[in-house]
């Protein structure tokens, strides 16, 4: 009898979280993307060595990018009709870090998005009575005039311009919530650093960093997790550079591969996202942002946005996945060592260029409830409970709440926000805690 009950109150209980996507109305998505393939700072294998132009997105990576918004269009403009074919300016918005590489990647994706000449055309008009409008009267130095583009579109070929906005890297606190808005990571790195999770994980991979070593003939006793995270960043850029400079014997060995590139990323947790304390404070204005542009586009009716994008880094990528318990530094070690436990979600698959994670906002038709699903690279994740795709609004709203901090700054800086020591309603609370004590000393 009480099973039953029990398999009842399941039974209805999943039928009232089970979303049906194919009886859903695609309201938005939010996309965030690493930038594509870079050029490698070093020719060599040589970490002091700068590169010139290194850092910058390479000609494969703005092709990424490209490719990448493509297949945007064909999922939210052709398949599923989200977004309009032509940019509509209140329809999308794109916001990047302030780097070269992560901007010129939203460009790159935005023209394969809105592919040249899917925009509009000049009118008629305009084109053959008042051509004059077509000039800002420039007084050229020299006398041999510049023609006109024959095109009716605005941009030769039909290219297709959209703003990209960006906010400078000190003040990043969304893209880069662990970056320099959050000074305090120069404290946790160090800690991490000295930490028993650091030097057993850097254990765990001593073989593959041995044979790391032999192959690119490294001194191994001098590879540690830092240093092996910066050979790996130029290699990683290499392949996709000109994989001349790499042995053969590496590029054969997809499983070591895999297995440095685990490490690569394993690094990035260990030093950004290790402790609970750090996992929450550096994605919180993150979520932050994240659930208010949800909210706003649900209760907002006059909201047109269907298109919010954002282009950032592998650290970003990371920082994200773990916030919404995607991955992390234990799952990733546990999937590594063959110790995940059954049914655990991990994805452990490395943060590569263009990596890219799309929130989507739906309703269902049938019931009217908002619910979110997330893909991480074009594949459907397991989200909230993590045992099923879907997640309500409300309850992802919640976790949410009760996951980000209440005070990024507070915690991020300590030391300007702290009140001067002395100010009186701090000596009278520091009174108050002098008797307490004393009370408990008798
Ligand atoms: C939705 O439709 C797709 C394609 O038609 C199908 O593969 C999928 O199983 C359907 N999903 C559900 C939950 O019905
Ligand atoms: C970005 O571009 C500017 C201007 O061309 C250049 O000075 C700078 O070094 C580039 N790289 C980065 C990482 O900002
Ligand atoms: C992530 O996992 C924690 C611990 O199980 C849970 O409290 C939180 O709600 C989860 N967050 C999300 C976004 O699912
Ligand atoms: C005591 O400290 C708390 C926390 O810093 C502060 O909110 C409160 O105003 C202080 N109390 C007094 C009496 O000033």
Known sequence: MKKSIICLLLVSLAIAQGFDVNNSDLKMIVTLHRHGARIPSSEKLDLKDKAPNSGELSLVGQRQLFYLGQQLNKDYVQDTP??????????????STDVNRTIMSAQCLLAGLYPAQSGDQIPDDILNNKKE??????????????????????IQNGYQSIPIHVVERSRDKILLG??????????????NQQSEDWKR????????????????????????????????????????????????????????QFDMEILYNLRIHLSLYKTPLQKRTTVTPFLNNL???????????????????????????????????????????????????????????????????????????A???????????????????????YCDLDE?????ANFVV???DEICNPDTTEKPLYSSSNYLNYSILAVIISAFLI
Not at 367 to 389: A, L, S
Not at 396 to 400: A, E, I, P, S
């Open 406 to 408: 209440p005070n990024y």
């Open 201 to 256: 994980i850097t254990s765990e991979f001593k073989d593959q960093i041995q044979r790391f070593a032999t192959i690119f003939k490294l001194d191994a006793t001098k590879l540690d997790l830092y240093t092996v995270y910066n050979y790996m960043d130029i290699i990683i850029a290499q392949q996709y550079e000109n994989s001349q400079n790499i042995p053969a014997e590496y590029q054969n060995d997809a499983q070591l």
């Open 291 to 365: 659930v208010q542009v949800l909210s706003d586009k649900v209760s907002n009716p006059k909201n047109k946005l269907k298109g919010y994008f954002l282009s950032a880094h592998d650290t970003t990528v990371n920082m994200v996945l773990q916030g919404l318990n995607l991955t992390s530094w234990e799952c990733i070690e546990q999937s590594f060592m063959k110790t995940l436990p059954k049914g655990t979600f991990c994805n452990f698959s490395p943060t590569r260029y263009g990596a890219n994670l799309i929130v989507e906002l739906r309703q269902d038709k």
């Open 178 to 191: 662990y970056g320099d808005t959050c000074p305090e990571e120069e404290k946790w790195n160090p800690e």
């Open 396 to 400: 992802f709203k919640n976790r949410v």
């Open 82 to 95: 989200l977004l309009s074919a032509k940019y509509n300016p209140s329809e999308i918005y794109y916001r």
């Open 133 to 154: 409008l077509l000039d800002v009267n420039f007084k050229l130095r020299g006398n041999t005039p510049v023609n006109q583009i024959a095109d009716k579109f605005p």
């Open 367 to 389: 019931t009217t409830k908002n619910f979110i699903m997330v893909r991480y690279n074009g594949e459907y994740q397991m989200i909230c409970d993590q045992t099923t795709q």
